[in-house]
Nanobody, 123 residues
Framework: EVQLVESGGGSVQPGGSLRLSCVASGFTFSLYPMAWVRQAPGKGLELIASINTDGTSTYHTASVKGRFTISRDNAKNTLSLQLNNLKPPDTAIYYC????????????????WGQGTQVTVSS
């Protein structure tokens, strides 16, 4: 059974930092591109960053480029997202997502399997 367990969220002031982690199990992690997606209150899913299987190629959407960094450790089956210079519009539930389809929470060829981790940015 596929499991993606996110952690590391919290409440921070604007300009603050967080590091999100996702531990994967139930599939061969190193064979799948991975991503982080988020869902802000009252809005749809947004694909914010993705990474290829060996971590040599990444994508970050324009709104987070230069502030967020996606990375992976295939030896530890772990996906990470470093969030710097956080802003109030970054407030959302952040999900780790696997290259996949046919799930309720899918976008851009990636699907979330876990409960996500809440990030709240406010002063």
């Amino acid at each position: 059974e596929v499991q993606l367990v996110e952690s590391g969220g919290g409440s921070v002031q604007p300009g603050g930092s967080l590091r999100l982690s996702c531990v994967a199990s139930g599939f061969t992690f190193s064979l799948y591109p991975m991503a982080w997606v988020r869902q802000a209150p009252g809005k749809g899913l947004e694909l914010i960053a993705s990474i290829n299987t060996d971590g040599t190629s990444t994508y970050h959407t324009a709104s987070v480029k230069g502030r967020f960094t996606i990375s992976r450790d295939n030896a530890k089956n772990t996906l990470s997202l470093q969030l710097n210079n956080l802003k109030p519009p970054d407030t959302a539930i952040y999900y780790c997502a696997k290259s996949d389809g046919g799930r309720p929470k899918c976008i851009g060829g990636f699907c979330a399997w876990g409960q996500g981790t809440q990030v709240t940015v406010s002063s």
